[in-house]
């Protein structure tokens, strides 16, 4: 079993960052690829990240590519999603997922507005 539990969201004004945490319980984490998702009001949800168990593998989506960057540390159980020259289309609900195995988890989310 893994809790996933997000913060750092909050309103930023265009072109500024943010930094998002994820932190899990359980022993798992270490051996779990992680994600970050993100679902915009009316629209699916969307991964926005990911990053291998050890750290050496990270992927993108194009639209975040040269702006985001997921991060993680295994010994805090932590996952980071450092968010630069936000837009208003980044705005949406963010969320943490981690595939441990054959089972997966889902963080509550935390909401991210970019506006002026």
């Given at each position: 079993q893994m809790t996933l539990v997000e913060s750092g969201g909050g309103l930023v004004q265009p072109g500024g960052s943010l930094r998002l945490s994820c932190v899990a319980s359980g022993s798992a984490f270490r051996i779990s690829y992680m994600k970050w998702y993100r679902q915009a009001?009316?629209?699916q949800r969307d991964l926005v990240a990911s990053i291998s168990p050890g750290g050496t593998y990270t992927?993108?989506?194009?639209?975040?590519?040269?702006?985001?960057?997921i991060?993680?540390?295994n010994a805090k159980n932590t996952?980071?999603?450092?968010?630069?020259s936000?837009?208003?289309e980044d705005t949406a609900v963010y969320y943490c997922f981690a595939a441990a195995g054959a089972l997966?988890?889902?963080?509550?989310g935390t909401q991210v507005t970019v506006s002026s």
């Amino acid at each position: 079993q893994m809790t996933l539990v997000e913060s750092g969201g909050g309103l930023v004004q265009p072109g500024g960052s943010l930094r998002l945490s994820c932190v899990a319980s359980g022993s798992a984490f270490r051996i779990s690829y992680m994600k970050w998702y993100r679902q915009a009001p009316g629209k699916q949800r969307d991964l926005v990240a990911s990053i291998s168990p050890g750290g050496t593998y990270t992927n993108y989506a194009d639209s975040v590519k040269g702006r985001f960057t997921i991060s993680r540390d295994n010994a805090k159980n932590t996952v980071y999603l450092q968010m630069n020259s936000l837009k208003p289309e980044d705005t949406a609900v963010y969320y943490c997922f981690a595939a441990a195995g054959a089972l997966d988890y889902w963080g509550q989310g935390t909401q991210v507005t970019v506006s002026s």
